[in-house]
């Protein structure tokens, strides 16, 4: 399967897709805390605060975002990403 890079500060993702794969018990774990804007602002109580956050500047969201199929992955975890590549084999 191929891979595809997308520029998510172009093109972001839609509130449809963050509402979808971001899991509300671990909303922080798809936000990007090490991006200056992050720093400026207050912790988000919500999932639905990270995703207005997220909606405003697309720098707060963890990247890449890897998408397979119905699988998606944010930030950077090698150990996730070779699963989900193996899962074809």
């Known amino acids: 399967m191929a ?12 509130r449809d897709f963050l509402e979808k794969h971001i899991d509300a018990g671990r ?4 936000v990007s805390t090490r991006s200056p804007v992050f720093k ?4 988000p109580r919500s999932k639905q605060e990270a995703i207005d956050l997220m909606m405003e500047n697309p720098n707060l969201i963890k990247r890449p975002i890897l998408i397979k199929g119905s699988s998606v ?3 950077f975890d090698k150990a996730r990403y070779s699963n989900e590549i193996s899962k074809d084999r």
Not at 40 to 43: E, G, V
């Open 73 to 75: 992955v944010f930030g």
């Open 3 to 14: 891979v595809q890079e997308v520029d998510i500060n172009r093109e972001p993702p839609s």
């Open 27 to 30: 909303f922080l774990d798809f």
């Open 40 to 43: 400026q602002r207050p912790l």
